[in-house]
């Protein structure tokens, strides 16, 4: 148990070093965006713009965290990457601020976005589509274990000094997940469109890894020695496999449209009246996201709980693999070894506003609340709210997303996508890559797509190109018949 304590700031340090495309704010919210649209909001497959939208390949990271940053005080990320590529020396990592008392966080996201399809065929949406994810979560780590995290035990300003902690976990997973989406609108009367929609997912985990800390009271008595006063709490890890397991997952979302037009009629992509895209002057979105989880056997898990340890040289802490914290666990005294470990999916609320403002432009706001409880298995997302001005039309599209996460008003994240025809590159913190700031994140996506604008019911009919002026009464009933 000695050593596993000497081990933790190095498990938590894994969870917690900086690289953000978690939600790719930049992307979500275009008309044209296809199946890569249904990430936030599951209805919109149901009366998309193009006829049928295939995604042939992406690629995301995401990594956000606010304990340690990069400096980027010598040069940009971009040169920071030359050099590592000549073999240069990285950056110094430093400290985030002053280390205030708020409880510091982190995530990793990394997805490979395989084959996916969206159709819309009248009133109905459906979409089909296949990624593997990579996800590492971090939470609950106080401003005294972020300091020994970064300067490791032999931090001589906290020795001495005791201190007790709670609810520390860090929790990582990669899966492959197939997913079927089902959309329709409900009622299409007057300006009005209602969505509902729904996403279910099969997921097949691949590995996993979890340390949960519900109280973990210790004293790092001097440069060698320290003791364990107190520690409870459960750990698990899944080697990598094929199929490490199971686990089901799903989006629910319902949707409002306020149309240019009267929709009383409405077919989406048929020749009727829907060849052409039905503009709108806002449309909101509700959903919730991730739900689920990933059930892992044939893990080296268990829980543990323990009194006071004496470490008498915690710098010769020497463990190999899982197989070795699970046997120091076990020499600890009270430990229940199990077989099977949990980790649940990054559940999340997402609330989504996209409003015109003039022919092809729009601005966008977006909520995401994670829902993960601080005593729990499941892995976490960063609470995010996000301004995305965008103008876009059928060959090209720009986005400008402002992305607070965890509601820290003074550090936005500055994006920017394009889209030309259908190949898009985006980040949703773009500054790094131009200029010189303290690196805490880094964002990237990028994606390849087959779209079919018109349906088979229009091919040879003449588009409209509904295009509509502000004031103009274009949408008002005629008076003569």
């Known amino acids: 148990m000695a050593r596993s304590f000497g081990m933790l700031p190095a498990l938590l340090l894994l969870a917690a070093l900086p690289a953000r495309a978690q939600e790719q704010f930049g992307l979500v919210h275009g008309n044209w965006s296809g199946p890569d649209a249904l990430a936030l909001d599951p209805t919109r497959s149901a009366g998309q713009w193009p006829y049928a939208s295939v995604r042939l390949l992406g690629a995301g990271l995401f990594a956000w965290n606010d304990l340690v940053a990069l400096n980027g005080a010598d040069h940009s990320l971009l040169r920071e990457v030359r050099n590592g590529i000549r073999g240069n020396a990285p950056a110094e990592v430093v400290l985030r601020e002053s280390m205030n008392d708020d409880r510091k966080q982190g ?113 790092v008595v001097d440069t060698m020695r320290a003791e364990v006063h107190e520690v409870s709490g459960s750990y698990g890890a899944a080697m990598p496999a094929g199929v490490a397991g199971s686990g089901w997952g799903a989006d629910l979302g319902i949707s409002y449209e306020r149309s240019m037009e009267e929709v009383d009629r409405y077919l989406p992509h048929r020749a009727s009246n829907g060849c052409t895209p039905m503009p709108y002057r806002y449309r909101l979105a509700a959903s919730l996201i991730d739900l689920g989880g990933m059930r892992f056997d044939g893990a080296v898990a268990g829980s543990v709980r323990s009194g006071t340890l004496t470490i008498p040289d915690h710098g010769a802490v020497q463990v190999q693999g899982i197989e070795g914290v699970d046997s120091l666990f076990a020499a600890s005294g009270d430990r229940t070894p199990s077989t099977r470990m949990r980790i649940g999916a990054p559940t999340a609320v997402a609330l989504l506003y996209d409003q015109r403002l003039v022919d092809r432009t729009y601005i966008a706001l977006a909520w995401v609340q994670q829902l993960s409880a601080r005593s729990g298995d499941r892995l976490r997302r960063p609470n995010t709210l996000a301004i995305t001005p965008r103008f876009e039309s059928r060959w090209f599209e720009a986005a400008l997303p402002v992305v607070f996460h965890e509601y820290v008003w003074q550090r936005p994240s500055v994006g920017l996508m394009l889209r030309l025809g259908d190949l898009v590159i985006g980040s949703d913190h773009v500054l790094p890559f131009l200029f010189r700031p303290d690196v805490d994140a880094v964002d990237l996506y990028l994606r390849l797509r087959i779209t079919v604008g018109r349906s088979p019911y229009c091919k040879g009919r003449r588009r409209t190109g509904r295009r509509h002026a502000t004031g103009s009464g274009e949408a008002l009933p005629c008076l003569m018949p």
């Open 107 to 219: 995530a990793v996201v990394a997805a490979l976005e395989g084959p996916a399809f969206s159709l819309a065929s009248g009133r109905n949406g459906f979409g089909v589509g296949v990624r593997t994810r990579a996800m590492a979560s971090v939470t609950g780590i106080a401003p005294h274990l972020g300091r020994f995290i970064v300067h490791g035990l032999d931090h001589r300003p906290q020795h001495g000094l005791r201190y007790r902690d709670t609810h520390v976990r860090a929790l990582a997973a990669t899966w492959t997940e197939l997913s079927l989406n089902y959309a329709r609108i409900l009622r299409a009367t007057g300006f009005g469109l209602w969505r509902a929609g729904a996403t279910v997912r099969y997921l097949v985990p691949h590995a996993g890894a979890a340390l949960r800390l519900d109280v973990l009271d210790f004293t």
